[in-house]
């Protein structure tokens, strides 16, 4: 079966553009979750969405957006880019996500680099 | 909040010796416990998971943790490590807030 997966694996953006990053789960994961990992340090929780409504947000400002779409997928959006943005975006799916009993299992990464 | 510390940065041992990784989180309610890990060039990878049952679990390629509820810990153990056990190691938690918090990663060097 195929694991995560996640477009584009690397980016370059200027600050105060927006960046459009992209996931999709393993198949039959009805749950995706983002997180942000900056050098030296553990992923950072940004969003968690489950059947299309977003089940949690971490501490992280308004340009960042998510949507799931029906097929599970989803999108991680970031407006006005800032230098302090650069990092790798990691996209986790899980079956049912939440707090029960599921295991999160992670993609590849985008790295995104603001220059 | 939730965190989770990890109390070694960078560990570095030749091939055959005992590892053993700490990892203390500050959350008091129920929790479920991860180990991940992370080899050069790869993804994240679930090592081994605790969500309730026998506090000692086996996860792959020999590695195993103990939750001691009492201490809030969930440390990792390898009995003996391999040159390709070399990787970043973080512990993470998740409780009733659909967050998975991570510590700040453990570098393991492993040397032939």
């Known amino acids: 079966d195929a694991g995560v997966t996640q477009s584009p694996t690397h980016l370059i953006k200027t600050r105060g553009q927006h960046v459009t990053l992209r996931c999709s789960p393993i198949?039959?994961?009805?749950?995706v979750s983002w997180y942000q990992q900056v050098l030296g340090q553990g992923p950072q929780f940004i969003f968690q969405y489950y059947e299309k409504e977003e089940r949690g947000r971490g501490n992280f400002p308004d340009r960042f957006s998510a949507r799931q779409f029906p097929n599970y997928s989803s999108e991680l959006n970031v407006n006005a880019l800032l230098l302090g943005d650069s990092a790798l975006y990691l996209c986790?799916?899980?079956?049912?996500?939440?707090?029960?009993?599921?295991?999160?299992?992670f993609g590849p990464g985008t790295r995104l680099t603001v220059l | 909040a939730q965190s989770v510390s990890q109390h070694n940065h960078h560990v570095i041992l030749s091939e055959a010796a005992s590892l053993e990784l700490g990892c203390n989180y500050s959350y008091g309610g129920t929790v479920n416990l991860f180990w991940y890990v992370q080899y050069p060039g790869q993804h994240l990878q679930l090592l081994l998971k605790?969500?309730?049952?026998?506090?000692l679990v086996k996860g792959i390629k020999g590695f195993e943790a103990e939750f001691i509820k009492s201490k809030f810990s969930f440390n990792l153990r390898k009995p003996s490590v391999q040159w390709s056990d070399t990787a970043e190691y973080f512990c993470?938690?998740?409780?009733?807030?659909?967050?998975?918090?991570f510590g700040a990663g453990t570098t393991v060097t492993v040397r032939a």
């Open positions: 993470a938690v998740i409780s009733n807030d659909y967050k998975l918090s």
């Open positions: 986790a799916s899980s079956l049912a996500g939440g707090p029960s009993a599921d295991t999160q299992y």
């Open positions: 605790y969500f309730s049952g026998d506090p």
């Open positions: 198949s039959g994961h009805k749950s």
